[in-house]
């Protein structure tokens, strides 16, 4: 208390700024960590304790407060559980087993079944009816539209992972799109306009993600100042 008596305005304002920076940093760090925890999980299992009322809610709430050019919002889900989950990965494994050739597709299907054995199953959409709009309002940026589009489809994206990975739920992002995209469509009754980006399989983490590994910073970044 007495140096607290002691310090001038000024001091004191300096010491408030500084704690201020330092809980900032540490708020920074802690979402630094946050991206670092999210990796692509394949051993899956559903061991969750998250129930499934809550995981709609984050996945839901990580889409809505997603950003997107224009505030277009033009990214959609279908959130699947329990059967659905189990009936969509069919429709992948029917599919492939058409195309893979019999002798090489024993690997396919245990990649498939790993998938099966989460809890749940995203399916990420970008609606084509919000672009096609967008191109007619913005003439000009009609070419960029269908960029931004799938800009905002992989912000959504990582948002849903990052905040499964919050919950202690693993993830890992598929695309088995265009292939599957009519059987999808046709199983759930979804709007012809949704175009199938990508497809993320979830579950309780059975196994680590290995070692990541990450090129020379010197290949990827250019800093100037």
Excluded: C
Excluded at 49 to 68: L, M
């Amino acid at each position: 208390m007495k140096r607290l008596i002691a310090m001038s305005g000024s001091e004191w304002q300096s010491k408030n700024e500084q704690e201020l920076n330092n809980f900032s940093k540490g708020l920074d760090m802690s979402f630094l960590d946050k991206l670092k925890s999210r990796r692509s999980i394949y051993a899956l299992g559903r061991n969750v304790n998250t129930d499934n009322s809550t995981i709609e809610s984050v996945i839901k709430e990580a889409i809505r407060n997603s950003p997107s050019s224009f505030n277009s919002q033009s990214s959609r889900a279908a959130i699947l559980f329990n059967g659905e989950h189990e009936a969509f990965w069919q429709i992948v494994e029917d599919t492939l087993r058409a195309i893979v050739p019999a002798d090489a597709f024993a690997a396919t299907e245990a990649k498939i079944n790993s998938f099966r054995a989460g809890h749940g199953t995203v399916l990420f959409f970008e609606d084509q009816d919000v672009v096609k709009g967008l191109q007619e309002k913005f003439a000009a940026y009609a070419d960029n539209f269908p960029i931004w589009s799938e800009q905002a489809s992989g912000i959504a994206q990582h948002a849903v992972w990052l905040a499964l990975a919050d919950h202690n739920i693993g993830a890992s992002l598929q695309h088995y799109n265009p292939i599957i995209d009519e059987q999808t469509m046709a199983r759930w009754n979804l709007p012809a306009s949704w175009k199938l980006r990508a497809q993320m399989p979830f579950g309780s983490i059975e196994a680590p993600a290995g070692e990541k590994a990450f090129m020379d910073d010197e290949e990827r970044f250019r800093v100037f100042a």
